[in-house]
């Protein structure tokens, strides 16, 4: 069993940065790939990044990369997303995931465990 809970939402201007982290706990976890997700009001959750057990290997999907950055802490137990040159479109619940597996893609159902979401809100 993994528990997940993020931190770091909040209200940012346009162009902006915000740092979302999650903690992570549980026996398996530096063994679970993990994963961020978001939700926009009226939209399904979608994919946003993803990163290895061992850190070594990251996907994003397009409308995030060269903004975004995923990181793990497996010391720590914890995950984090950096997001820079924040946009309006950015607005959304944004969700910590974790798998077990090595390697997390983009589906919504090879997730395992979800945190509670936090909100990220980008004024223009």
């Known amino acids: 069993q993994v528990q997940l809970v993020e931190s770091g939402g909040g209200l940012v201007q346009a162009g902006g940065s915000l740092r979302l982290s999650c903690a992570a706990s549980?026996?398996?976890?530096?063994?679970?790939?993990m994963g961020w997700f978001r939700q926009a009001p009226g939209k399904e959750r979608e994919f946003v990044a993803a990163?290895?057990?061992?850190?070594?290997?990251?996907s994003y999907t397009d409308s995030v990369k060269g903004r975004f950055a995923i990181a793990r802490d497996n010391a720590k137990n914890t995950m984090s997303l950096q997001m820079n040159s924040l946009d309006p479109e950015d607005t959304a619940v944004y969700y910590c995931?974790?798998?077990?597996?090595?390697?997390?893609?983009?589906?919504?159902?090879?997730?395992?465990?979800w945190g509670q979401g936090t909100q990220v809100t980008v004024s223009s």
């Open positions: 995931a974790a798998a077990r597996k090595a390697i997390c893609r983009s589906y919504l159902s090879e997730y395992d465990y």
């Open positions: 549980g026996r398996t976890y530096s063994n679970y790939c």
């Open positions: 990163i290895s057990w061992s850190g070594s290997s990251t």
